[in-house]
T-cell receptor, first 115, second 111 residues
Framework: ETGVTQTPRHLVMGMTNKKSLKCEQH?????MYWYKQSAKKPLELMFV???????ENNSVPSRFSPECPNSSHLFLHLHTLQPEDSALYLC??????????????FGNGTRLTVT | EDQVTQSPEALRLQEGESSSLNCSYT??????LFWYRQDPGKGPEFLFT???AGEEKEKERLKATLTKKESFLHITAPKPEDSATYLC????????????FGKGITLSVRP
């Protein structure tokens, strides 16, 4: 498989559940990102990992917890979410470190609904 | 703070009717301006990177241009399959600069 793959594609969870989103990149890139996409809003950067080290934590609530075990895999652990957290969560990767100016390659996202 | 404004918010064209999408930006030193295409239910797909004013890039019916204040995505003789949301983003040249996205332009091309 090529590119950036995300699982699951859709997720419905209650406010008291714990779930995880998974992302895998097959491009040999050095940086990985989590973005949140809500209707009528620009993409919001949540977390950035460069060479497996977290380099950005964009004032994200602690109910979102990222994990990057190696340069190809990225997880987003979710617990005690709120209905306003319902959105499309996108994973991306880039060849260079985040300030390097190389384009992002996105997965197709996980559509999350919090009930 | 870097800013990106895209206009119009939505655009409906007849097949074959050429038009342009606008991306206005303010950034302290431009490292790159990026255009992406996003289809419903999918992630954004990279189209172009522009690095300096005067630069142009083309791909099929799309042509991206760049000035010091804005970028245009020109669509020549569009087809229904060009219908998508087009995102613009800028990256500044500062050491801690982030990629700043616009809200996107939803293009609909009628057959």
């Amino acid at each position: 498989e090529t590119g950036v793959t995300q699982t699951p594609r859709h997720l419905v969870m209650g406010m008291t559940n714990k779930k995880s989103l998974k992302c895998e990149q097959h491009l040999g890139h050095n940086a990985m990102y989590w973005y949140k996409q809500s209707a009528k809003k620009p993409l919001e950067l949540m977390f950035v990992y460069s060479l497996e080290e977290r380099v950005e934590n964009n004032s994200v609530p602690s109910r979102f917890s990222p994990e990057c075990p190696n340069s190809s895999h990225l997880f987003l652990h979710l617990h005690t979410l709120q209905p306003e957290d319902s959105a499309l969560y996108l994973c991306a990767s880039s060849q260079e470190k985040p300030q390097g100016g190389s384009p992002l390659h996105f997965g197709n996202g996980t559509r999350l609904t919090v009930t | 703070e870097d800013q990106v404004t895209q206009s119009p918010e939505a655009l409906r064209l007849q097949e074959g009717e050429s038009s342009s999408l606008n991306c206005s930006y303010t950034v302290s030193g431009l490292r790159g301006l990026f255009w992406y295409r996003q289809d419903p239910g999918k992630g954004p797909e990279f189209l172009f990177t522009l690095y300096s004013a005067g630069e142009e890039k083309e791909k099929e019916r799309l042509k991206a241009t760049l000035t010091k204040k804005e970028s245009f995505l020109h669509i020549t003789a569009p087809k229904p399959e060009d219908s998508a949301t087009y995102l613009c983003a800028v990256q500044g040249s500062g050491a801690n600069s982030k990629l700043t996205f616009g809200k996107g332009i939803t293009l609909s091309v009628r057959p």
